[in-house]
């Protein structure tokens, strides 16, 4: 067990405002990432980072943005949230430099844009 | 580019059957690992296992089994005496053995067992 937690774990909100998920992993695992689930799509990769202040975008980065200033937190951040974001969001962590390649799932997040 | 497939979308069997979920994938690398996971009704996804390409031992654990062959680049997974707890999808990942290689998730094979 990784450790992971997510919160808030449900949250509404309306079109345009802004919306920040945390991600809180309490091992010092290098790499987490952050994840949307949607029906028909399967997980699909949104950021991950590699290191405190090191991130870079996955295959669907656009609208969101993320920030890790310290090892055991990643935060999601919708700057303008738009319907088309309502979806699960799951965060994850992993350490391939001390061999672990399987990446754990925290218990995810349910965001629903109005 | 990597790859994978998980052609069984849904599959239904009735308790205490047998049930195996397939998985291909496709990499060029000559080193990756290969993972399957679950996501019970409840909506966590649970790390199973991971299976790295130059092992391949087939792997048991309990009722669970996985196959895995370099030869035809699967890794399948096969649920023995099935009951109504393996209920879930299962998902199929791969990912390569570079600290920043992503992992590849399949579709997924949503499992139904039948009471």
């Known amino acids: 067990d990784a450790g992971i937690t997510q919160s808030p774990r449900h949250k509404v909100t309306e079109t345009g405002t802004p919306v920040t998920l945390r991600c809180h992993q309490t091992e010092n695992h290098r790499y987490m990432y952050w994840y949307r689930q949607d029906p028909g799509h399967g997980l699909r990769l949104i950021h991950y980072s590699y290191g405190v202040k090191d991130t870079d975008k996955g295959e669907v980065s656009d609208g969101y943005s993320v920030s890790r200033s310290k090892t055991e937190d990643f935060l999601l951040t919708l700057e303008s949230a738009t319907s088309s974001q309502t979806s699960v969001y799951f965060c994850?962590?992993?350490?391939?430099?001390?061999?672990?390649?399987?990446?754990?799932f925290g218990p995810g997040t349910r965001l629903t844009v109005t | 580019a990597q790859k994978v497939t998980q052609a069984q979308t849904e599959i239904s069997v009735v308790e205490k059957e047998d049930v195996t979920l397939d998985c291909v994938y496709e990499t060029r690398d000559t080193t990756y690992y290969l993972f399957w996971y679950k996501q019970p009704p409840s909506g966590e996804l649970v790390f199973l296992i991971r299976?790295?390409?130059?092992?391949?031992q087939n792997e048991i654990s309990g009722r669970y089994s996985w196959n895995f062959q370099k030869s035809t680049s699967s890794f399948n997974f096969t649920i023995t005496a099935s009951q109504v707890v393996d209920s879930a999808v299962y998902f199929c990942a791969l990912s390569g053995k570079n600290r920043d290689d992503k992992i590849i998730f399949g579709k997924g094979t949503r499992l139904h067992i039948l009471p």
């Open positions: 994850a962590n992993s350490d391939p430099g001390q061999g672990n390649y399987e990446q754990y």
């Open positions: 299976r790295n390409s130059f092992d391949e």
